[in-house]
């Protein structure tokens, strides 16, 4: 039914059109038309959709546009900057927005489309918009791009198919919009979008193309398009790839500087450890030794004596003491019989009686054995972290603790000494540098089982923590039942 009032929007975008400066200018559909365009840009879309919805409006037909709330709020924005009340012809039932997404749902069943109830959704939608203005209807939909984008490629042509079969009763002009990065080179999902098409619609200037060459230009434009993204994700690939291998370098050049560093000082240690034992050998066991050979030669004058045996035996149990320690410094042999944390109580206790610092071992009983480079390395490290200890902290006090979880062991020292300087530890942790080559030896040792220590300090102590992975087959906790964090 068609009643004076039902031209009141038409007369009213007719005084916009030539009182205004249009951004577009309004675009007449073209009757019983199928068209489909292929966007690369939103705002394209828009332009276009914008002076085809416009011009169906001012021709006098009824605009149905069905698509996402991104665009419907976009071109409703753009209507209204080129004077459109769209209120008012919402109200009076000449522009009719619809969500995709809703009207899609109302006729998808187990992911393909039901030809009855499109049919019937679309008689509900299309009924009452031909029975006003003219009772032309220009209609725009994004269901199938909705579809395209969840993969469901078939079920879109499907669609396309159930609007070119709606009956012949509407006039009716259809639009229907894909984005051209949902096809890739050489798609030919592609092809059977357009043959379902009377028209399509380039990004060119929004130039409209009809006839049997639109299938060879919309093709070319897609294979365009498709090139054009190739080239800008192998720019991108090609960026992250210069990036990454300028990381590597920089990451290889640390590293590498790190290890000289640490080989030369390897090298140091190695004379500073051997002269150490020349020290001790020379200084201790080597008295002891030219003293029992004094002794045995007065034995050999006087052989009766008691005393001079007495003196030579007593030498000869500090000679083998001196042997012993020397023996265990370089490696214990309990650990080999009893495990890290006998060998871990034995030096701790030599350690404090040597050094004078009070040294507390916090350690399960229950700990058992672990695999032998696990338990090396744990003794060295505790080795190591003690000395520094004795050497550099000015400490009073140490405490060691040893955990363990079903994923791995933990060692902590930790002393009450003057600490460290915030500076040293964050180049440390940055570079592995800055600090002596006793850290940097038990930092190699951690990467070397997979683990990873941990160095903090404050002007009440330092923190030097390793952990080590270990896959225990019974959950241990420590002495005071806590579970490692």
């Known amino acids: 039914m068609r009643t004076s009032r039902s031209a009141e929007p038409v007369e009213h975008l007719r005084q916009v059109n030539s009182s205004s400066e249009p951004l577009l200018p309004w675009r007449q559909p073209d009757r019983g038309s199928h068209a489909v365009q292929f966007f690369t840009d939103d705002a394209l879309l828009i332009d276009e959709l914008c002076a085809f919805i416009g011009g169906a409006l001012l021709s006098g037909s009824t605009a149905i546009v069905i698509a996402t709330k991104a665009h419907r ?9 080129r004077g459109l009340d769209i209120a008012r012809v919402v109200e009076q039932g000449h522009y009719i927005p619809l969500d995709a997404a809703q009207t899609l749902a109302s006729f998808m069943r187990n992911g393909w489309p ?14 009452p918009a031909s029975r006003i203005g003219l009772g032309k209807i220009s209609a725009f939909g994004e269901m199938v791009a909705l579809l395209w984008a969840d993969g469901k490629s078939e079920a879109a042509v499907r669609v396309e198919q159930l609007w070119n079969n709606l009956p012949q009763k509407y006039a009716l002009n259809l639009r229907c919009a894909y984005p051209m990065q949902g096809f890739g080179r050489g798609d030919s999902s592609f092809l059977k979008i357009c043959g379902e098409h009377t028209h399509i619609i380039t990004d060119e200037n929004s130039v409209l193309v009809a006839g049997e060459e639109l299938r060879k230009v919309a093709d070319l434009q897609q294979e365009v398009q498709a090139l ?16 990454t291998k300028s990381e590597l370098e920089s990451t290889v050049g640390q590293r590498t500087s790190v290890l000289r560093q640490l080989s030369a000082r390897l090298l140091k240690l190695q004379d500073v450890e051997r002269r150490r034992i020349a020290r001790e050998l020379h200084d201790s066991l080597g008295q002891y030794l030219v003293g029992l050979k004094l002794n045995m030669d007065m034995v050999r004058r006087s052989p009766t004596r008691e005393d001079l045996w007495v003196e030579v035996d007593q030498l000869m149990n500090q000679c083998i003491g001196e042997v012993r320690t020397l023996s265990y410094l370089l490696h214990p042999p309990t650990m080999d019989a009893a495990g890290f944390v006998s060998a871990a109580r034995w030096f701790v206790e030599g350690f404090s009686q040597r050094s004078g610092v009070k040294v507390t071992l916090d ?21 190591e972290a003690l000395t520094n ?20 062991v933990v060692l902590e020292v930790k002393d009450n000494g003057r600490g460290m300087p915030i500076d040293i530890l964050q180049q440390f942790d940055e570079t592995g540098a800055g600090t002596g080559v006793g850290l940097g030896g038990i930092r190699e040792r951690a990467r070397e089982l997979g683990g990873k220590l941990t160095l903090e300090a404050t002007s009440k102590g330092t923190l030097l923590k390793i952990a080590v992975p270990h896959r225990s087959k019974v959950q241990l906790t420590d002495s005071h039942n806590r579970r490692i964090t």
């Open 363 to 383: 350690a399960p009983d229950n700990l058992g054995r672990l695999p032998d480079p696990i338990e090396l390395a744990l003794f060295r490290v505790l080795q």
């Open 389 to 408: 200890v004795h050497r550099h902290s000015g400490a009073s006090e140490a405490y060691v603790v040893i955990l363990q979880d079903s994923n791995r």
């Open 114 to 127: 039901d030809e009855r109830l499109f049919t019937e959704t679309m008689a509900r939608i299309l009924e």
């Open 73 to 81: 709020e976009s071109l409703s924005q753009r209507l209204a900057a």
């Open 228 to 243: 054009a993204a190739e080239l800008a994700q192998g720019k991108l690939v090609e960026a992250n790839l210069r990036q």
